[in-house]
């Protein structure tokens, strides 16, 4: 089989010029889908509402852009009828966390071969900037955070990389739009892992974020090498450690710090699977 | 001796009650005897009534009786829950081990039998009550001996009872010295076995034979033997079995397992089919095949989940936003609910559509003692339209084919791919943003089921063509309606019609409606949901009337004999 130098397809973006879904994008279809040699057809993707919901439909494989929060289920079923499938589900911070988060802890635990990639642009950017679940929480007394008409978030943003972590997830790697050779390499790792693979992408909203939240994200952010020393935020007292992904424990305390204070990039957790895993659509 | 009796037994959860019916039915199922053994459970699942009605009969399949013949009571105080259910007549015959309250006048023939003791003294337990009341039972209605203990021995269900024999055998003994020839049944005039069944066990055996292998559910009452059913068949098939962590996952996972090829199916009742509702709008508009059985239950809300009513009509018809066509199949008896399952996934298939598929729980949970021709029947099965190798250089997955059925790929079929998507989009699936297209896929989508209104093979007529007056019924609800007006003897004065495919609307039932003076239309909802569905799309006769109300209880021959034989008048 002739290499495929790109998987778009010809359908046109509707993002607005400069969006970070544009990185996710150029790095599932120029380098994923190339470098893992895996065939178009035997591909399928599915989203469900939001702006990086609409990445599949500019993807040359098997997809549906469905309703919002139930990708993740569409993708389990699409895998369980046919497992030879790599079965990609991708969306945004509400699809994944707010109204699709109380599927999550299902996929997680029953550990279906499927690759969750969950696009965080920190707002609800395609009904215009409301708040999100992981849009960031501001002490009483700083402004308002997204824009001066919007009302600033009240509750707590939850952390996507605990979250999963305390569900059990048994891959977890996060990666940044602007860095599309990392994000790809942790998204075919992610795909590479026989198991449920979760992958948060830090993307900025070029129209809803204000410009200093990403800013900071790239200032504090730091790369995971396995073998080498984490490096901790300012404000941490502990003793760096050496970055071992296969170690739950040094997972849950890189998750403990704010991702504002210092995002982790790279692979968090790579779980080893318990045996009847290995199979997952046996075990249904 | 007589061709028919009805049993009622009722108890308290723990009682033995749906064992021992069950046990009595096999036991006259396997010598030839029809049955129809309806359960009525109360709010608890320990504890609390439960109650069955067991109808047999030597010659045809019927209902049970509105009142019983004999009655089993193991708590009066359960009784009374049930009384509607098991009304009593001057001539039952009732045995009973409790202290009766005293409110309660009760017929002559009552027999104070300590069960609960004499299980005790043979079985060192009380536990075995319900089966010195089957030796009982089988006395009294005189089933011959040697039979029945060659089908206790043969049968791996009847386990329970090879281990009881002592106590079958005391309760055999125990009117010896009463005569009741008028309580003893006529041998089984087909002595072959009928096989037992309930609705719900005969939905999920169809959806094995229809070639379903990928099946996902959320526990629900009434519907929940279904998903048993399926876990059990679709394990030793090597298909796919998920219990989801709610209904929109079921449902999700089934939209999933399609795009793949897969016959896919869910089954719940109305508040998991409430959750269901915007993922049907996308299998609608994206034509995704999948089957959804609701075994509906009373509603709105919690309702009273463990009884029967035919009030999710309207939800299956119109449910959700937008203009979402789906098909809308209400099976009446339990063959239907096999036959129409397998007919649900070729039209899912065919048609490239969601089904769903309205049990209730009258059908779902009823044992039907019956001829198993139908299961033995070589049902064709239809598949969906797939594309041909010339698709592949430029395959557009909604293609405007003269059929408006455009081939569709399954995902990982070779040189296919294709994107689809929940947004209004044109024939090669792209989201677009017009009216015109959106008009003319909305046009696609409805216009594709037209054929169906052809079917008249899912409409069901009972009674003579030339008569004037006519009645409407569906569901369980039209057993009781057909089994009345023959008990009435007007089968010559009211032709019956009973729509299995409701939406979209068969031809068949205009030419029905339109060819009577008169119309009576009998289903169990409060407001009279397909009276007015009717209504709204055809010229009804002026004189239309509508006997419908709340369900939580089921019908009885003397609640529809005013209603039909003022309609014959």
Not at chain 1, 89 to 107: C, M, N, Q, Y
Not at chain 2, 264 to 287: H, V
Request: charge should be negative; proline fraction near 6%; hydrophobic fraction near 40%.
């Amino acid at each position: 089989m002739t290499q495929v130098k790109d998987h778009r397809a010809k359908l046109k973006p509707v993002w607005c010029p400069g969006c970070g879904n544009f990185g996710v994008l150029s790095a599932i279809t120029k380098r994923v889908l190339c470098n893992l040699g895996i065939p178009n057809f035997r591909t399928f993707m599915v989203s469900g509402i939001g702006c990086s919901s609409r990445i599949p439909a500019y993807v040359d494989t098997y997809g549906l852009n469905s309703i919002h929060g139930r990708a993740v289920v569409i993708a389990q079923g699409a895998k369980l009828a046919k497992p030879e499938l790599t079965v990609i589900a991708i969306g945004g911070d509400g699809d994944f966390f707010s109204i699709g988060a109380g599927h999550l802890p299902h996929a997680v635990r029953r550990n279906i071969d499927i690759t969750c990639i969950m696009v965080n642009n920190f707002v609800y950017a395609l009904t215009k900037g409301q708040v999100s679940p992981t849009t960031p929480y501001l002490q009483r007394g700083e402004g308002p955070f997204l824009s001066l008409e919007m009302y600033p978030p009240v509750d707590p943003m939850l952390d996507m990389i605990s979250y999963s972590l305390s569900t059990g997830s048994s891959f977890i790697a996060q990666g940044i739009a602007t860095d599309v050779a990392h994000l790809d390499w942790l998204i075919e790792e992610g795909i590479k892992h026989k198991g449920f693979s979760y992958i948060s992408v830090l993307t900025h909203c070029v129209t809803f974020n204000p410009p200093e939240l990403f800013s900071t994200i790239r200032e504090n952010a730091t790369y995971l090498k396995e073998g080498e020393p984490v490096e901790l935020p300012e404000s941490s007292s502990e003793k760096p450690w050496i970055h071992d992904p296969s170690n739950i424990d040094l997972a849950l305390r890189l998750a403990q710090f704010p991702l504002l204070e210092k995002p982790f990039l790279g692979i968090l957790f790579r779980g080893n699977l318990r045996g009847s895993d290995v199979e997952p659509s046996s075990g249904h | 001796m007589r061709k028919n009796l009805t049993i009622g037994i009722v108890g308290a959860g723990g009682d033995g009650v749906v064992v021992l019916g069950s046990f009595l039915q096999r036991i006259a199922a396997a010598l030839g005897y029809f049955s129809q053994m309806p359960r009525y459970y109360g709010a608890q699942i320990r504890g609390g009534g439960s109650a069955v009605k067991l109808g047999l009969d030597a010659e045809r399949l019927s209902l049970p009786k509105d009142s019983t013949d004999i009655l089993v009571c193991f708590s009066w105080e359960r009784y009374l829950e049930f009384k509607q259910e098991m009304a009593l007549t001057e001539d039952t015959l009732i045995a009973y081990e409790n202290d009766l309250p005293e409110e309660m006048k009760l017929p002559k023939r009552c027999f104070w039998i300590d069960f609960s003791r004499r299980s005790q003294e043979l079985t060192g337990s009380t536990r075995s009550k319900n089966i010195v009341v089957l030796g009982l039972l089988k006395a009294i209605l005189a089933l011959p001996n040697i039979q029945v203990r060659e089908i206790i021995e043969k049968d791996e269900e009847l386990k329970l009872l090879q281990e009881n024999l002592l106590a079958l055998e005391a309760g055999e003994h125990l009117f010896r010295e009463h005569s009741l020839p008028e309580l003893t049944l006529s041998p089984a005039r087909d002595p072959s076995a009928k096989v037992v069944l309930h609705g719900n066990a005969a939905m999920a055996r169809a959806a094995s034979d229809a070639e379903c292998r990928s099946f996902f559910g959320y526990p629900i009452t009434p519907a929940a033997e279904i998903m048993e059913e399926m876990q059990r068949g679709l394990s030793r098939k090597k298909g796919v079995f998920l219990q989801a962590e709610d209904e929109i996952a079921s449902v999700g996972l089934a939209v999933g397992a399609s795009l793949t090829g897969a016959k896919s199916m869910t089954s719940t009742s109305g508040p998991g089919f409430d959750l269901m509702t915007e993922m049907i709008g996308l299998a609608s508009t994206d034509e995704i095949p999948i089957v959804i059985i609701d075994v509906q239950r009373c509603g709105p809300s919690t309702g009273i989940p463990s009884k029967s009513e035919q009030s999710d009509l309207n939800h299956a018809i119109y449910g959700g936003h937008g203009d979402a066509p789906r098909i809308v199949i209400a099976p009446y008896d339990v063959e239907g609910c096999y036959r129409l399952v397998i007919e649900s996934f070729n039209i899912a298939e065919y048609f490239q559509t969601p089904v769903v598929l309205l049990s209730d729980q009258w059908l779902g949970q009823t044992f039907v003692a019956i001829n198993d021709e139908f299961l033995r029947k070589d049902y064709p099965i239809i598949g969906r339209k797939k594309p041909s190798k010339e698709h592949s250089e430029d395959y557009h997955r909604y293609q405007l084919a003269e059929d408006l059925i455009s081939p569709m790929a399954g995902a990982g079929d070779e040189l296919l791919a294709y994107q689809t998507t929940g947004l209004t989009h044109d024939d090669k699936g792209a989201p677009a943003f017009d009216h015109k297209t959106h008009q003319k896929m909305h046009e696609k989508r409805w216009k594709k089921l037209a054929p169906l209104c052809q079917r008249d093979d899912l409409v069901k007529f009972f009674g003579k063509e030339e008569t004037s007056r006519g009645i409407v019924t569906w569901g369980s609800s039209a057993q009781i309606v057909i089994e009345t007006v023959r008990k009435l003897g007007l089968q010559n004065e009211i032709k019956v019609c009973v729509p299995e495919l409701i939406h979209p609307l068969p031809e068949k039932i205009e030419r029905f409606t339109s060819s009577v003076e008169r119309l009576l239309v009998i289903e169990m909802n409060y407001s009279g949901q397909l009276y007015r569905y009717l209504h709204s799309l055809l010229d009804l006769p002026r004189r239309t009337e509508v006997c419908s109300r709340a369900g939580g209880q089921p019908f009885s021959n003397e609640e529809l004999t005013e209603p039909i034989t003022e309609l014959a008048r």
